[in-house]
C-alpha cells in the first residue's frame, strides 16, 4: 500500500501564493509519474498539473500554465505544487495521485492514477 499526505493549503488572498506539498510512504518508489488533481464544488475533479518519475518532464492545464509549478524530490518522497498569481476560481480541494503504471506518461485523466491522498483545501478570496 501506498500513502499520500498532502499539506500546504489555506486561505490566501488573490494574487498570493501558495506551496502544497504530497508525502509518499508505505510501498514507495520513485519511478512513477505523480499528479495533482483539484475539485472544486459542485464540480469533477479536474487536472492540474503532471511530473514524470524523472522530474525532467511536466504537463499542466491550461488555467494554470505560467502560473503554477510542479516539482518532486525523490530522496524525500515528495511532490510540491508552487502556486503563484492565485485566482478566486482556484479554490478547490487540491489532491494529489500516483500513476497506475511505470514508465513513460503524463496522464491527465483520473483513472489512469490508483492512489490518491485525502485531499487539502485552497480557498483564494477576492
Known amino acids: 500500500q501506498v500513502q499520500l499526505v498532502e499539506s500546504g493549503g489555506g486561505l490566501v488572498q488573490a494574487g498570493g501564493s501558495l506551496r502544497l506539498s504530497c508525502a509518499a510512504s508505505?510501498?514507495?518508489?520513485?519511478?512513477?509519474?505523480m499528479g495533482w488533481f483539484r475539485q472544486a464544488p459542485g464540480k469533477e475533479r479536474e487536472f492540474v498539473a503532471a511530473?514524470?518519475?524523472?522530474?525532467?518532464?511536466?504537463s499542466y492545464a491550461d488555467s494554470v500554465k505560467g502560473r503554477f509549478t510542479i516539482a518532486r524530490d525523490n530522496a524525500k518522497n515528495t511532490v510540491y505544487l508552487q502556486m503563484n498569481s492565485l485566482k478566486p476560481e482556484d479554490t478547490a480541494v487540491y489532491y494529489c495521485a500516483r500513476r497506475k503504471q511505470l514508465g513513460y506518461g503524463l496522464p491527465s485523466l483520473t483513472d489512469e492514477y490508483d492512489y490518491w491522498g485525502q485531499g487539502t483545501q485552497v480557498t483564494v478570496s477576492s
Open positions: 508505505g510501498r514507495t518508489s520513485s519511478r512513477y509519474t
Open positions: 511530473i514524470s518519475w524523472s522530474g525532467l518532464s511536466t
